[in-house]
């Protein structure tokens, strides 16, 4: 039998014989897609060329994606009966239990237990003068690209603010990225990690042969994981001796509150560090492509800047968190660049249970590799209408479809809260500083550069995104937040 043969074999097997398939996809094909960044985009582009599009989609002979939004709740529903497959044991390589990447259900929950409250809305009011101080420094620092250089490259920005944030929060210590203004070694470990993580989970014997095979990519992988492995360590041991001394200057961070639990007993320095990793690996790429896409989108489109700046100067000049949840607009903004540009595009995999399912109409074995992406739900027609549009306004009044299939990080119990925080803070700081920023077509700067380039996170091919303003020419654009700036940080 030929290998497409046998692949139609297992699916039958797999899925029954009730009606054919939407697609079938090559694995070795699926792969690469991975491997290259375009795995999210491969299904709903080629079910468009091939076919009508459908609510499954066969990647490999015992893995599909499905659409279907009643299929998607009894997937990720919180029972957790379909479990995390391999493809997450693959994506790192620390072995420490993460939240993020955790496959066994008991170890999870214990973990979610413990890591729930750090994050919960409340819990988090307590970082916003961090937020903010960090927001305002990279405001400024925004301001002197634009006036040395003509230009500033929020991209670039929006990844220092980002990372120096969730270090800070994390670790106890900023990476000052954002006061150098340029990466230091650990980013450009952090950066290393997406395309690293899309070989692991694609060729996962391949890696292990690692120890064998000397190929420089491989051994790339392996130091770049020991040394944020060592990083976290070396910092977290730091801050915890900082607040053992009790004097003050030890702020609060996620991970205060776990040193009492790792006193009694219930996790791990070895757990806290490897979760402080695992926070940083997934919240400095995220919010920092999140943000971009934002600025982008809105700056293409005048008449939406100009609402949302006209809603943000309406702020008293010592807004806070507060104050931005009740501006709409904002949330709606928010909410629109997290539909169309998701961080977080790919497919969440996971196992059928041993006793099998029935998921959009077909029955299958127990075993076969099931996911959904939020690229694919996210462009719906039937859920979003005109879905390559950037339209805040179909966040007014959503409907029920609308807020099932919105999935931005995944479906469950974790929670937005610190994400949503720190758009909020930075994207209305942004637009009170500079209300005529545009995209710039300096340096050769244009759209192809803004294409998403999809790993396990998305984030602009050309890794930039140019903006100018009257900044360039000496006018007085930011200045009001320039003082509220100096004021915060003094």
């Not at 070694?185 to 690293?196: A, K």
């Not at 899309?198 to 996962?204: D, H, K, L, Q």
């Not at 979760?275 to 008449?303: E, F, K, M």
């Not at 380039?453 to 020419?473: D, H, I, W, Y």
């Amino acid at each position: 039998m030929s290998m497409a043969g046998k692949a139609d074999a297992v699916l039958e097997w797999h899925l029954g014989s009730a009606r054919p398939l939407v697609l079938e996809l090559d694995e070795l094909g699926t792969q690469i897609s991975m491997v290259d960044g375009k795995t999210a985009s491969i299904c709903p582009q080629s079910a468009q060329e091939i076919c009508s599009p459908g609510p499954v989609v066969r990647l490999a002979p015992d893995e599909v994606d499905v659409t279907d939004i009643d299929a998607i709740k009894q997937i990720y529903d919180s029972k957790e009966t379909f479990k995390k497959s391999s493809f997450y044991r693959n994506l790192t390589a620390v072995r420490a239990p993460v939240l993020f990447v955790l496959t066994d259900v008991t170890t999870h929950r214990r973990m979610r237990r413990l890591m729930s409250t750090p994050m919960s809305a409340s819990s988090l009011k307590l970082h916003v003068p961090l937020v903010q101080s960090r927001v305002n420094l990279y405001i400024q620092s925004i301001k002197n690209e634009m006036l040395s250089r003509g230009c500033a490259d929020v991209f670039k920005w929006n990844m220092f603010l980002a990372t120096d944030l969730i270090g800070e929060l994390s670790f106890g210590e900023s990476f000052k990225t954002l006061e150098h203004g340029e990466k230091n070694q650990y980013v450009h470990l952090v950066e290393s990690i997406g395309p690293m993580g899309a070989v692991r989970s694609a060729f996962p014997r391949l890696v292990s042969l690692a120890s064998i095979m000397p190929l420089p990519i491989l051994k790339s992988a392996a130091n770049a994981s020991r040394e944020i492995r060592r990083y976290g360590e070396e910092s977290l041991g730091r801050y915890y001796k900082l607040a053992s001394k009790d004097t003050g200057i030890a702020h609060q961070t996620l991970f205060t509150k776990l040193r009492q639990s790792e006193q009694d007993g219930e996790i791990t320095f070895e757990e806290i560090c490897a979760n402080a990793q695992g926070y940083i690996l997934a919240g400095s790429d995220t919010t920092a492509s999140t943000l971009t896409y934002l600025i982008w989108s809105v700056c293409r489109r005048p008449h939406m800047q100009q609402h949302l700046v006209q809603q943000l100067e309406a702020l008293p000049p010592d807004f806070d968190d507060d104050d931005l949840r009740n501006v709409a607009y904002l949330s709606r903004v928010i909410d629109e660049t997290l539909r169309l540009f998701t961080a977080a595009p790919s497919g969440l995999p996971r196992e059928v249970p041993a006793e099998g399912a029935s998921l959009a109409g077909y029955q299958l074995g127990g075993g076969t590799v099931v996911c959904a992406q939020s690229y694919s739900m996210h462009r719906d027609p039937d859920v979003f209408p005109d879905p390559e549009e950037f339209d805040p306004l179909r966040w007014e009044d959503p409907s029920k479809a609308m807020m099932e299939a919105f999935m931005p990080f995944g479906r469950g119990p974790r929670s937005l809260n610190l994400a949503r925080m720190e758009l909020r803070i930075a994207a209305a700081s942004f637009f009170r500083a500079f209300p005529n920023i545009r995209i710039s077509a300096k340096e050769g700067f244009s759209d192809r550069d803004m294409q998403p380039k999809m790993f396990f996170v998305s984030n602009p091919v050309g890794r930039r995104c140019l903006v100018e303003s009257s900044l360039a020419q000496g006018g007085t654009e930011g200045n009001q937040v320039d003082k509220r700036s100096q004021s915060t940080l003094a």
